[in-house]
């Protein structure tokens, strides 16, 4: 039998991470269908109100209950206003390792909530379900993911030549898609431990 991560939510200063539902999808179509959201992430553009649908009762809890990761919708404590989400994917429970993605809303970027939810994420998956890594992929060109993952003191392990697409508007208002590059960064217990953000 697959296993699986339990249904959970977890709580920050300032965000609550915890299964997305129907109320979020409205901020969830305006979040994905932002432009540096859409450049940067491999979700369908423009983004409809059934994909947002089909992301949030199919998509994203299938990827607790068939073993895959678990999706977080992230809000914020005071206005439970959506302003990101955290995808912990591509787990391998032989050797207790995952990926982390993140996207944050328009609304909500330059206030933290990005390195925050991550750290949060991570501070579960190994404290509490004792993973043993965190993989992050940036694509060479988005600086902001970089600022993020340095942030959260993450280690550069390389780059993945070619490995990464990224769309970018056409004069016409299209998209057009980019090969590029992915850095691979890692973080372990020991580096929460070892960092002023550890608890």
Known sequence: ???TFPDVTITTE??????????HVPELI??????LTAAWTSAPTPYTLRDARQWVS????????EGRGIVFAVTEHLTQR???????RRTDWRIRSAEAGY???????????????????????FRDQKFERLELRTAAAN???QQVVLKLGC??????RNASIVRSRTAGGGWTEIRGDLIVWSLLPEDLEESPRGH
């Open 14 to 23: 300032r965000l609550v991470l915890g299964p997305f539902e129907e109320v």
């Open 82 to 88: 959506l302003v990101g989400t955290v995808h912990l």
């Open 30 to 35: 305006d979040m994905m269908n932002d432009e």
């Open 155 to 160: 280690v550069s392990e390389g780059v993945l």
């Open 143 to 145: 600086t902001a993911a």
């Open 58 to 65: 199919l998509l994203a809890p299938a990827e607790r209950t």
């Open 1 to 3: 039998m697959t296993p």
């Open 103 to 125: 996207v944050v809303a328009p609304w909500a970027r330059g206030e933290g909530y990005a390195a925050e939810s991550v750290l949060a994420a991570a501070d579960w998956l």
